[in-house]
């Protein structure tokens, strides 16, 4: 029970890392990106390429994979996000499963369709066990790794949204952009430096992930609707919302695919629909939005 608790904990932290930046495109900038995922196997694969092609170490790949994607996502946010600010939803929605469906192609043609292995160091392939019989406690030193890594994150990420400027200044541009502009406020900076970090965690996410959920060119699609569930239970008001959904969808989806397999990943959309019937505006809220 124990092992699957941690478990659990460790593939929620992972889907939060994942879904963190969609959360801030959503949430803070209010709009709908459904190309998310592709960021995130963008991660993946420069982490992939780098190592098999660069001989670059797992460890500094993991930065890399963080810069680069970043680089790439405020590439597009200049060149093809800024248009689609003011579109409807459903224009924006287009839009970005189409770049999706895009990425997805562009990937198999030029890397291939077969599936890529990450070769993790052998310091992170070990496994600890602390305890014995119901109360066992196996830690694999790889999900260990990241459940280290996404909790630094989530401290960063809430300190940088709610105690500095950036952060405060990022609120102001949400709420009422055409004030914040009048204030001094460079809006379009302000979210183009939003969408790079939103990004570049999901190229993180998807470099850490590589190992645990696998690395084709389906990845954005094939996971697109975890992201979207973890947004949707967990709210976009802060980092706490898709923190906490992000767990819940974790321990449970590991634990009913152990007691229960043949229900597969139904209990996570069962969980998802109890708590939107409860609250349908997600686990937490923030008003002031434009």
């Not at 029970?1 to 963190?20: N, P, Q, S």
């Not at 790439?72 to 459903?90: I, N, Q």
């Not at 949707?232 to 819940?248: C, D, F, K, N, Y």
């Amino acid at each position: 029970m124990l092992t699957i608790l941690f478990d659990g904990i460790a593939y929620g932290m992972l889907l939060f890392v994942l879904a963190v930046g969609l959360a801030v495109t959503l949430g803070l900038m209010n709009f709908i990106n459904l190309a998310h995922g592709a960021f995130a196997m963008a991660g993946g694969y420069i982490t992939v390429l780098a190592m098999q092609r660069l001989g670059v170490p797992f460890l500094a790949c993991l930065p890399l994979a963080f810069v680069l994607t970043a680089a790439l996502g405020a590439l597009l946010e200049c060149t093809l996000y800024r248009p689609m600010y003011k579109k409807p939803h459903l224009d924006q929605v287009m839009f970005s499963i189409g770049l999706a469906f895009m990425a997805v192609a562009a990937v198999d043609y030029f890397v291939g369709g077969s599936q890529q292995n990450v070769q993790i160091p052998q310091w992170l392939r070990g496994r600890t066990e602390i305890g014995e019989g119901a109360l066992l406690l196996g830690m694999g030193h790889y999900r260990l790794f990241i459940i280290a890594i996404c909790a630094v994150l989530t401290v960063v990420l809430q300190l940088l949204l709610s105690r500095t400027r950036f952060g405060s200044r990022l609120r102001a541009a949400v709420d009422d952009p055409r004030v914040a502009a009048g204030l001094g406020i460079n809006v379009n900076v302000v979210f183009l430096l939003t969408f790079a970090m939103g990004s570049g965690l999901a190229g993180l996410g998807g470099a850490l992930g590589a190992e645990i959920l696998g690395l084709d060119p389906t990845f954005p699609l094939k996971y697109m609707i975890y992201f979207l569930i973890v947004v949707a239970v967990g709210g976009t008001s802060s980092i706490t919302g898709p923190l906490a959904a992000a767990l819940l969808l974790g321990i449970a989806d590991v634990a009913g695919k152990y007691y229960i397999p043949k229900m597969g990943a139904f209990t996570v959309y069962l969980l998802m629909i109890l708590i939107l019937l409860w609250r349908p505006q997600g686990l937490f809220t923030r008003g002031g939005r434009r």
